[in-house]
Structures are given as C-alpha cells and as structure tokens.
C-alpha cells in the first residue's frame, strides 16, 4: 500500500508522483513499463511501452519507430492514455492525454544519445515493423549505419491523472486534473 486514507490530497499526489519517477532508477521498477492506448477515432489499441523519462511537469516519454500502427494513429488523434499497476503496493496509475511526436531534431536528437549501440535495432529495422514476412530473417535485417530515421520520442502531455490504491474493503481513488498549472485532486467512489 502507498497511500491511506490519512493522507491529505496533496499527499497522496507527492508520493505517486515520487512513485512514478523512481521507476527511472529503481532496478525491475513495475512502472518501467506501461501500457499506452490509442486511437485513429474507430479503433483502439493497446500496448506495452518502456517509461523511458518523466519531466517535472509530469510529461512522460517514450521511444518508438515512426512506422508503427500507434505513430500512424496519433497522428490522426493525439489522445492517448497510459496505465501503470504496482502489484506490491496495489497502485493503479492512469494517465489521459495527448501525444507530441518529435521526428525531427531537438528532443529527437537529445534521447537518440541515450540509445547505445545495439539498442538502436529497435528503431533501425530495414522492413517496417508490423510488415508482413514469409521468413524470420526478413525480421533480422539493418542497414549498417544504425541511423535515426525512424527514431521517434513520443512524449505525452498529461490532463489528468487518477490513481486507484486498492486496500481490503476500503479503496481510495483520486483524479487530479491540470487547472491552471496546478494539479488539483478528486476523490472518487472507487
Ligand atoms: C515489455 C515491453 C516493452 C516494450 N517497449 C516498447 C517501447 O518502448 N517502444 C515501442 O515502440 N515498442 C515497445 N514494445 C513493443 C510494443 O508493445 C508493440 O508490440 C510495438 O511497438 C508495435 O506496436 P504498434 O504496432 O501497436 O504501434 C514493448 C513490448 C513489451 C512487451
């Protein structure tokens, strides 16, 4: 458990917040990974992505390759949302927001440092992920230069953020929302 029902609001918002970012250093942190949803407006998909950083204004990010199904949705529909569950402490995170795609320089350029030798594969394959093959091989190919082309950050803007703290009988949710660059909590029925 996190946080009780004797936490005041603001609280309970300091110690997720410092939930979440200590998933950046905590070794097999349960938050490191979180699945992000989106949508072109008719579908929906889901899927596991690596929390790769989280600034002071709650902005999460994460890396991809410009030719997955979700870049081609958020480019169609921003919206996005993330969730997180820690299964010691019981904690559900979810996130709503938007998506900014960085393709090109600036914030691009800045992670794609952080992305160290092999690790670039993931974002340098030659066929574009989702592609359909006859072979495993063809999922195996890149060119030698290992460059960002298709490196992506996606970073999310988050509107609100609730959190479910399951205890026994007696669970606490909250929505704390962005209003006016404060983030200002709702308790809820859970
Ligand atoms: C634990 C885990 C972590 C993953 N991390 C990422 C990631 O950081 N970025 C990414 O693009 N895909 C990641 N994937 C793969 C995605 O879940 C997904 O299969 C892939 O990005 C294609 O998704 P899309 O076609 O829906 O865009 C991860 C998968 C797992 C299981």
Same mark, same amino acid.
């Given at each position: 458990?996190?946080?009780?029902?004797?936490?005041?609001?603001?609280?309970?918002?300091?110690? *997720?917040?410092?939930?979440?970012?200590?998933?950046?250093?905590?070794?097999?942190?349960?938050?490191?990974?979180? *699945?992000?949803?989106?949508?072109?407006?008719?579908?929906?998909?889901?899927?596991?992505?690596?929390?790769?950083?989280?600034?002071?204004?709650?902005? *999460?990010?994460?890396?991809?390759? @410009? +030719?997955?199904?979700?870049?081609?949705?958020?480019?169609?529909?921003?919206?996005?949302?993330?969730?997180?569950?820690?299964?010691?402490? +019981?904690?559900?995170?979810?996130?709503?927001?938007?998506?900014?795609?960085?393709?090109?320089?600036?914030?691009?350029?800045?992670?794609?440092?952080?992305?160290?030798? /092999?690790?670039?594969?993931?974002?340098?394959?030659?066929?574009?992920?989702? /592609?359909?093959?006859?072979?495993?091989?063809?999922?195996?190919?890149? @060119?030698?230069?290992?460059?960002?082309?298709?490196?992506?950050?996606?970073?999310?803007?988050?509107?609100?953020?609730? *959190?479910?703290?399951?205890?026994?009988?007696?669970?606490?949710?909250?929505?704390?929302?962005?209003?006016?660059?404060?983030?200002?909590?709702?308790?809820?029925?859970?």
């Amino acid at each position: 458990m996190l946080v009780n029902q004797k936490y005041t609001n603001d609280q309970i918002w300091k110690a *997720v917040t410092h939930e979440l970012k200590s998933a950046l250093h905590v070794k097999n942190h349960p938050f490191r990974f979180m *699945v992000m949803g989106s949508t072109d407006g008719i579908e929906v998909s889901q899927r596991y992505v690596v929390m790769r950083d989280i600034d002071d204004d709650f902005n *999460v990010y994460a890396f991809t390759d @410009d +030719r997955t199904l979700k870049v081609e949705q958020f480019k169609k529909n921003p919206n996005c949302s993330l969730l997180f569950y820690h299964g010691e402490k +019981r904690l559900q995170i979810r996130i709503n927001g938007v998506v900014e795609l960085h393709q090109y320089a600036g914030l691009k350029d800045y992670y794609w440092k952080s992305v160290k030798g /092999e690790a670039k594969k993931a974002y340098t394959s030659s066929n574009a992920p989702g /592609e359909p093959i006859k072979e495993w091989e063809e999922a195996y190919q890149w @060119d030698g230069s290992l460059k960002s082309k298709h490196f992506t950050v996606m970073k999310v803007i988050p509107a609100q953020i609730e *959190v479910l703290q399951l205890h026994k009988l007696e669970h606490l949710r909250i929505r704390f929302t962005k209003l006016n660059y404060e983030w200002v909590g709702q308790k809820l029925i859970p």
